[in-house]
């Protein structure tokens, strides 16, 4: 999905957010998620009263144990036991787009991994229900539709 999509998903999330601000660490923690979701080695569902409790701890010891980016995905990484960062190839671009910002927009990430964590969590979670709400509708439309023309 392009970059604009997921800029205006924060924007609406979260009006009156400077969205410039937040947008490239916001990005990159809904990347972990999505990765620690899917593509795992251990099997995160068996903590889904917890999940985001652990998931931000473990952003935030990440970030606060790490001087740069490079560390703190591989520490993070380490942390919630991904294979890789990223569930497909647009999320690999994403995360190389990062990699490559200017070291100023680096430390950015870095400083508001580690004294935002909560607000960026929170965004998150509430991108990921939006989600689900918006699929569980598609589906819920097209079940009315099969009826209908069934």
């Known amino acids: 999905m392009s970059d604009n999509y997921y800029r205006e998903q924060l924007q609406a999330l979260a009006e009156g957010l400077d969205i410039n601000r937040y947008y490239d660490a916001w990005r990159l923690l809904i990347l972990l998620w999505r990765t620690m979701w899917w593509h795992s080695s251990t099997d995160w569902s068996k903590y889904r009263r917890t999940i985001w409790g652990m998931?931000?701890?473990q952003v935030s010891q990440a970030a606060r144990?790490?001087?740069?980016?490079?560390?703190f995905l591989s520490r993070v990484a380490r942390f919630l036991s991904l294979i890789q960062v990223g569930t497909n190839e647009d999320d690999r671009q994403e995360l190389l787009r990062?990699?490559?910002?200017?070291?100023?927009a680096k430390r950015d990430i870095m400083r508001q991994l580690r004294e935002d964590t909560p607000l960026l969590t929170a965004l998150v979670r509430r991108w990921r229900d939006v989600q689900k709400e918006e699929q569980a509708f598609e589906e819920g439309k097209k079940d009315f539709f099969e009826e209908v023309e069934g």
Do not use: R, V, W
């Not at 144990?65 to 560390?71: E, I, M, N, R, Y």
């Not at 990062?98 to 100023?104: H, I, M, R, T």
């Open 65 to 71: 144990t790490t001087g740069d980016l490079d560390g």
């Open 98 to 104: 990062l990699l490559a910002l200017p070291d100023e």
């Open 55 to 57: 998931f931000s701890d």
